[in-house]
């Protein structure tokens, strides 16, 4: 039997979570995308706290929707966290909590540290990226949030029905009341804590006795958000939580949500078109996936020779049965949605795509997987000898390092794309507004923001029938200004919208001055020829003086990022 140095518990387990952290390496150097795009800059406009109250009204008036936490979380990170790189470290340390919780729960659901080793070992086969709405990249993190939530309250919830301690109680009811605050996933997750309470003891009535707190906190919430959709006038109006009941559609979204949730869906079925013109697994190796990779098949080996030492676990039915009902349950909400019905039943191209529960649902799967494998070890160890789980334990190796792998790999794939086509050019403007490139405009002037980024040789869709984000989110806007220039502007960004600003302060004669500042990029041919310095782009800052905005102005300032950032100058005015 193969025998590996004794590694304390507390050291393996900070070596899963640092393997789990170079998995995360295309979330950290990602760009802001999706509603963050516009959410980044929230704190350009005006105080805090009245921001926050104009956004509940919102979410509670408009569209009916009682998930006060999913505003007052959202809103917070994005206020407090406008650069970029800090919100991406966020959303990894979330997403490492996540690892770390599931780790947890599997080891008290087993009673095995080993196993709740394996659980985070494998976490990251659920870390699948896409460029369309994605629960890690995206959404402040609300996805990792909300495991978060409902893993800590299942933690507690046995931790209640082991001891007695009505502390134990209180704040599990409490972890999953945020979670039905944040999200309505919640409501249909609720049949997890009677299961829970079920197989501990064995006994039907003790499940439902133990689970009837939680059973009624649910309900109540249920009828909450009946009452706030029939009181609220925009309520019912709104089409990402109205149910659209054709069951021919409902099939069809379910089957495509629950595809997506399975390991390299995203490649295989190619939504976005990205790998089709691209190969995901052409080109270099980054060294930092290497030794991921060479991490994780050694973590592998190390855990199976201790497992295998181990006594077999009765839980993998459990734990199957739990990873199962993630996976069924959470994408049936989704099945039922007008919206995502029409994003999702798209028809050619729509398989692997997915809404955002395709995170929960991926760790559910991982549950799935170590539940197989606890069953299969149960059944294998009193019957095969040392070759027949040594033949077991290569098997293992040769499908899951090579799937983990595919995923790294798909990724950054995924990562580096997005950055291309949005977030190297939208830094490159960031850069120059906080170097000072609006430095001569006085406060209040109209200033046009044009993207001149036109995507080569082929532009990989969000969707099959969405281009991109740079265009559909409004995100070059006067907040955007005031968050990374300091200055109060009047800001569009389309010309139509410099017409509008300058006939309605002129009167109609279209006279007004006005500026623009156009973004330039270095174009994708210039980045994947290796050139360092094709992630940025170069500025124009011009006066105009006549009514049409398309029409050359008087150049102010020329700014390259290239230059600026050798010697830390802006540039100059043209002569």
């Known amino acids: 039997m193969l025998r590996f140095p004794k590694i304390p518990d507390a050291l393996f387990e900070t070596g899963l979570l640092a393997l789990a952290a170079l998995a995360l390496i295309p979330v950290a150097t990602n760009g802001f995308r999706s509603d963050d795009l516009v959410n980044a800059s929230i704190s350009g406009n ?25 505003i007052a979380f959202t809103d917070s990170v994005h206020w407090f966290l406008p650069r970029v790189f800090p ?23 087993s009673g095995s540290v080993h196993w709740g080793f394996l659980a985070m070992l494998l976490a990251p086969l659920a870390f699948q990226l896409r460029l369309y709405h994605d629960p890690l990249l995206d959404f402040a993190g609300m996805l990792p949030f909300f495991v978060d939530l409902i893993l800590a309250s299942l933690l507690l919830a046995l931790r209640w029905d082991e001891t007695g301690k009505k502390a134990f109680l209180v704040f599990s009811l409490a972890f999953y009341l945020a979670s039905i605050l944040l999200y309505e996933l919640a409501f249909p997750l609720l049949v997890l804590f009677p299961l829970l309470f079920f197989f501990r003891n ?10 009837l707190p939680f059973t009624l906190l649910a309900v109540s919430m249920a009828l909450l958000t009946l009452l706030v959709r029939v009181e609220t006038p925009g309520g019912a109006g709104y089409y990402g939580i109205t149910p659209s009941w054709s069951p021919a559609v409902i099939l069809s979204t379910y089957a495509k949500q629950l595809v997506a949730g399975l390991p390299l869906s995203y490649v295989w079925g190619d939504p976005s078109f990205l790998f089709t013109y691209d190969p995901v697994f052409s080109g270099p190796v980054p ?16 855990l199976g020779a201790r497992i295998f030492r181990d006594p077999p676990v009765e839980v993998g039915g459990l734990l199957a049965l739990f990873g199962l009902l993630m996976a069924l349950l959470v994408a049936l909400l989704i099945s039922f949605s007008s919206k995502y019905q029409s994003e999702l039943h798209l028809g050619d191209g729509s398989w692997g795509l997915g809404y955002l529960p395709v995170y929960p649902q991926a760790l559910g799967g991982v549950l799935v997987v170590l539940g197989a494998l606890m069953a299969a070890l ?3 160890i009193p019957r095969g ?17 090579p799937v983990y792998g595919a995923t790294l790999a798909a990724n950054r794939k995924v990562s580096e794309q997005s950055n291309i086509d949005l977030h190297f050019r939208r830094q490159s403007l960031v850069l120059a507004l906080e170097a000072g490139v609006l430095g001569d405009l006085p406060e209040g002037s109209r200033l046009l923001l044009l993207d001149e980024y036109t995507p080569r040789p082929y532009a990989p869709r969000l969707r099959s029938d969405l281009q991109g984000w740079s265009r559909s989110y409004r995100w070059r806007n006067s907040a955007f200004a005031k968050v990374h220039s300091g200055k109060t502007l009047r800001v569009c960004d389309t010309p139509e919208g410099a017409r509008d600003l300058m006939k309605q302060a002129s009167g109609g004669d279209g006279a007004s001055p006005l500026f623009r500042c156009t973004l330039y990029s270095h174009g994708l041919d210039s980045y994947r020829a290796g050139d360092p310095w094709a992630r940025w782009g170069w500025i124009r ?5 006549g009514a049409d905005p398309t029409a050359p102005g008087e150049l102010l300032v020329h700014w390259d990022a290239r230059e600026a950032l050798r010697t830390g100058k802006v540039g100059g005015k043209a002569k």
Do not use: P, Q
């Open 46 to 70: 005006g105080d805090y706290f009245g921001y926050l109250r104009d956004d509940l009204r919102m979410w509670f008036v408009d569209r009916g929707r009682i998930n006060a936490l999913t």
């Open 87 to 109: 919100y991406k470290i966020f959303l990894c340390a979330l997403i490492l909590s996540n690892v770390w919780l599931a780790g947890r729960f599997v080891r008290a659901v």
């Open 202 to 211: 064995r006994s039907l009535r003790h499940g439902v006795r133990a689970s």
């Open 287 to 302: 060294w930092h996936e290497w030794l991921a990779r060479a991490g994780f098949g050694a973590a592998l080996v190390a």
């Open 378 to 380: 149960r059944w294998l």
């Open 385 to 401: 000898g040392l070759w027949a789980m040594l033949a077991f334990g290569v098997l293992i190796l040769a499908v899951i390092v």
């Open 541 to 545: 800052v011009e006066r105009l003086r």
